[in-house]
């Protein structure tokens, strides 16, 4: 029994069965996996007979969907009929077997090649290069480019763009019977220079102009800025805390859950937290999302070459760094199995399991079903390692002739077996089934949330209005938010009970009472 698994609080479902964990697989739509009904059913039988208990099936790669109930055209790929509704049938066929699906999408980059795509609905061709004003919405360097080591990305910091992602997202809660949503690429994307601090991306214009709005400022501010770099986080998290909150309230119970950056050497303690590249780099602050409660679930990217001892290191100091902030949720630790030999993956996964004082993780996750071990630990890909410059999301490229196979899944049963040259024999890390650790807050919800949008009788909405919410009695601390670009606002981990809102603004305010009621999302429309 595992040490992992022992801290989560809950019985095992059999007695033949694991004591509960996270045993997820990322399942990526570059390669075979759902894109037909042959593709589905192998990989539930995969799963299946590795003892994996959850699926982050990739549904959303740039712009596209493996969905027919899409705001977005489907993907265009020889190996895919549009016509294929990838979830519906990855549901149908996991639920039957007890797993869990989660519908990971990638959220800012929609386009990468050098032809644009096909389809003329696509984001990239509505609102892309060759587009002007506010119908550009492409994020940007300071002279203007738009094209980055990833590709072409959306910027957050632009109204139009935020809500366009905010629709995909929720869209799919609204149609489909899911677990779970997977963010990847939630931030800015990487540039090709490294600052010290800082990054030369989010140069929208439109976006520019409403930092400037909030800050007074006239100036064009440089990539490391202080005060532009607090701005841009404060737009992925704007976005991320509106598509908690809107998926909750339609379906309370849903998981949230973020593919996170944790590149280079890792954080020791909370401020250095702030300094380090998922903050610095692309301005994903995912640790105060934790903290907020605006995740159920991390799955930071630990994708790390084990034979190389300072990354190893960096790997062993942020899964400790992260199971030490967890802040109450649930943290499933991402594992490059790609990048090692099989028994390397393997020790990775027991350092995982082991404690750290009364910390834990909850679980891990595998990138990919498509590629899961190298063909020979030397010939390891080099990027999407921790530490690794050129590091980016959850989809590398696959190595040639890599296939998914069934043998290559039964190494999570059975093991590595002794080699001839004397080698120990490595047993494999999932003998038995195991189910999901619980999820409290979800299912025995204690607190609730708050959901609200300010609107201006003109159609123009309130960008970087403070709102204040206060809890009616003694005692009672005020929380404080501020609206985004679009005028929405929210409030996560409230005490049930009765509250008044107050919008400010230019000296005047208004207030609002209403009740905020446990496991439930309370939303407030407010019209100036």
Do not use: C
């Not at 704007?238 to 909150?245: G, S």
């Not at 410059?389 to 040639?400: I, R």
């Not at 201006?456 to 601390?477: N, Y």
């Amino acid at each position: 029994m595992s040490a992992l698994a022992q801290t989560s609080g809950r019985a095992p479902a059999s007695p033949s069965a694991a004591p509960p964990e996270i045993r997820a697989l990322w399942v990526d739509a570059f390669h075979a996996g759902i894109r037909s009904p042959e593709e589905v059913a192998r990989l539930v039988a995969d799963a299946k007979r590795a003892h994996f208990n959850m699926l982050f099936v990739q549904v959303r790669r740039r712009g596209d969907a493996l969905y027919t109930q899409s705001v977005e055209p489907p993907l265009d790929d020889p190996a895919y009929d549009p016509k294929f509704d990838a979830l519906a049938h990855v549901i149908q066929a996991a639920k039957r077997e007890g797993i869990e699906v989660h519908a990971w999408l990638n959220a800012m980059p929609i386009w990468r090649d050098a032809q644009p795509p096909r389809d003329p609905r696509h984001v990239f061709n509505l609102h892309g290069p060759s587009k002007t004003g506010e119908d550009n919405w492409l994020t940007a360097s300071p002279q203007g480019e738009t094209k980055f080591p990833v590709g072409y990305f959306l910027d957050p910091g632009h109204p139009a763009a935020a809500a366009y992602t905010v629709e995909v997202f929720v869209n799919i809660v609204r149609r489909y019977a899911v677990d779970g949503i997977h963010f990847d690429y939630i931030r800015y994307p990487e540039t090709d220079g490294l600052l010290p601090r800082g990054a030369a991306v989010g140069y929208n214009p439109v976006s520019l102009a409403r930092f400037g709005r909030a800050t007074g400022r006239t100036d064009t501010p440089a990539p490391d800025d202080p005060q532009w770099s607090a701005w841009r986080r404060q737009q992925v998290t704007q976005l991320v805390r509106r598509v908690y909150l809107e998926v909750k309230a339609l379906r309370p119970g849903i998981k949230v859950s973020a593919a996170l950056i944790p590149w280079g050497k890792n954080a020791s303690n909370e401020r250095d937290f702030e300094d380090a590249a998922p903050v610095q780099r692309v301005f994903q602050e995912w640790h105060a999302w934790l903290r907020e409660g605006l995740l159920d679930l991390a799955v930071p990217m630990n994708y790390a070459r084990d034979h190389d001892a300072r990354v190893r290191a960096w790997f062993d100091g942020w899964i400790e760094w992260e199971k030490r902030h967890k802040h109450g949720r649930q943290l499933a630790v991402g594992i490059g199995a790609y990048l090692n030999a099989p028994q390397n993956t393997l020790a990775q996964i027991q350092r995982v399991r082991r404690r750290a004082g009364r910390h834990h993780a909850d679980g891990v996750s595998f990138f990919s079903y498509a590629n899961l071990f190298p063909a020979t630990p030397s010939s390891a890909p080099a990027a999407n390692a921790t530490g690794a410059n050129a590091g980016t999301g959850a989809t590398p490229p696959a190595p040639p002739n890599r296939a998914p196979g069934r043998d290559r899944m039964a190494f999570f049963v059975a093991g590595v077996p002794a080699e001839s040259g004397g080698e120990p024999n490595h047993p494999g890390a999932f003998h038995n089934p195991a189910p999901i650790p619980r999820m409290d807050w979800l299912d025995q919800p204690s607190r609730g949330w708050l959901a609200g949008k300010v609107q201006f009788d003109s159609g123009d909405p309130p960008d970087g209005w403070v709102v204040r919410l206060r809890r009616r009695g003694w005692f009672s601390r005020t929380h404080r938010t501020i609206t985004d670009g679009n005028g929405f606002f929210g409030f996560t981990e409230l005490k049930p009970g009765r509250y008044t809102v107050r919008l400010h603004r230019a000296g005047a305010h208004k207030d609002i009472r209403l009740a905020v009621v446990a496991g439930r999302v309370t939303t407030v429309d407010l019209e100036q």
